[in-house]
């Protein structure tokens, strides 16, 4: 069997997709993950169309076509997130309001962090199917 | 060989590996009947239950690992025998054997088979154990007939399988249940009734769903229940047939993760000994079960991109093969043109797991790729058979595997 069986392979793909397209996009991420839970919740049996919509869900918009938009991600020159909802672009200003800003994360030699300061540690694996099921950690062409 | 002097009602453990001749009397191995000068062979660590039917003299020679002993009392379950009893008085045409993995449903479907054999009756046992197929190549379901006794389900003459095309039915649905309806359907031709040893996977959706749609296709006389406790009872609570629930026997051994893999590879490797490489002409054989060769062939020339090897038209896009991965921009623009593309390096083929099939539609064996010429259009596979007249298609699966039967990757669905 090498033809799908079903639409959730489609799905599967596009959300890598869109995860590497939005990575550096907390704002963008923050919309897809929250869209894409009510679409599932809204129509689970048919993943087709959650592929289908969910790319549409971040959308390039040029500045002169603000009007019409309600909720706004903006990616600033220095890599820095805004994301809000509209209310003007006049004199080569955009107000938004309700905002939030997301920083690019800092990269750091080394650092120190005082016990009283952590609230919860987490190992980040990456080589999982290794540990569960070895027999099926195959190695991939990429 | 040495000698041993049995009564009528002893019970014997015999195991692998060991050569056993009756000279005297009869005896059961696995329910099988033999008797005065059947020789049976046990393979190595294989264990199986040996009982005197009358008094009688066996000899036997022990190889590696061969071992024989005496046991205080049978190992049968007596409701296996009442089970027996009852199929032989209801002759029910479809029996599914359920339970989960590791609870002895082979030995049993063995065991009631060659029991049914000794009243005359005369079994076809599918095998859907696609991983470790006892009957029929590896990735398929399995269809054979017990008309004379056996040992092991091994020892089963393959009558007819069908390719499933991995080593669970996971993602593999639609063949599983093809398979099993279409074996079991011509099992029943050639028989007085069919067992039909069923997957362990119970649990879950896709395991609930595998068991009762199974069991709606075969629509089963009686189905054999297997188990510990009440593992079953969510499956057979739904199940409108008429239900035997049997306890699994203690003998019964579970197998660890590492030693399923061992066992498949073990299989793989015994299947493939021998095999050669078998060119197959793609102007004259058809490829199933996947994109590729399903198309109008263009040239790939007049795609505008560098290092098409062979290209067709589909009704979702284009299929296209590759010497190396193409560049974000040319699939791109491929994409505005097209629409759906898929993109088939040269040589991802190799390992892939395929089955040989003739023209009427029957499997001849399964193979693995070696290679696709795609501009002579000509395929290479490793293969036990070697006339290629014989094939009339080849059947794309999901595994790739060397041909000492290690696994070593799998096929991403519609990627071929």
Redesign the interface.
Known sequence: ?????SDF??LFEKLMQVIEEYKDNPAAMSAISSELSKLYKQIPIYPGIISMSIGDVVETVDLDDLEEREKLAVVLEDNKVVSGEFVSFESGNLKLKNCQLFRPPEELEETEIPKEDIQQVSELKSDILAEL???LD????E | MKKMEISEGDVLRVEGSLVIQVSKGEVTISGGLHGEGEKVEIPKAKSLPLEALTDAVIEYKKEEGGEIEHLPERTIPPEWDSLVEEIIEKKPKTIIVMGQVDTGKTFFTTYVANSLLRHEMKSAVVDTDIGQSDVGPPGTIGMGIVDKPISLMTDVQTQDSYFVGSMSPSGHMLEFMVGMKKVAERGLEKSDLVIVDTPGWVFGGPGRALQLYGAELLEPDLVVALQRENELEHLLKSMPSQVRRISVSEKVRERSKSERSFLRQETLSKYFDGSKELNLDLEKVRLERCYLGTGEEINPDDLGVEGVLHAEEILEGLVIVTESKLSEEDIQALKNEYGKIIEIKKGSEKHVLVSLIDENNDLLSVGLINEINYEEKKLSVITPIQNGGLVSAIQIGSMKIKPNGEEIGTVRPGSF
Request: aromatic letters at 14%; glycine letters at 0%; proline letters at 7%.
């Open positions: 069997m090498t033809l799908e069986h392979q489609d099921w070895p027999s195959f190695e991939v062409e």
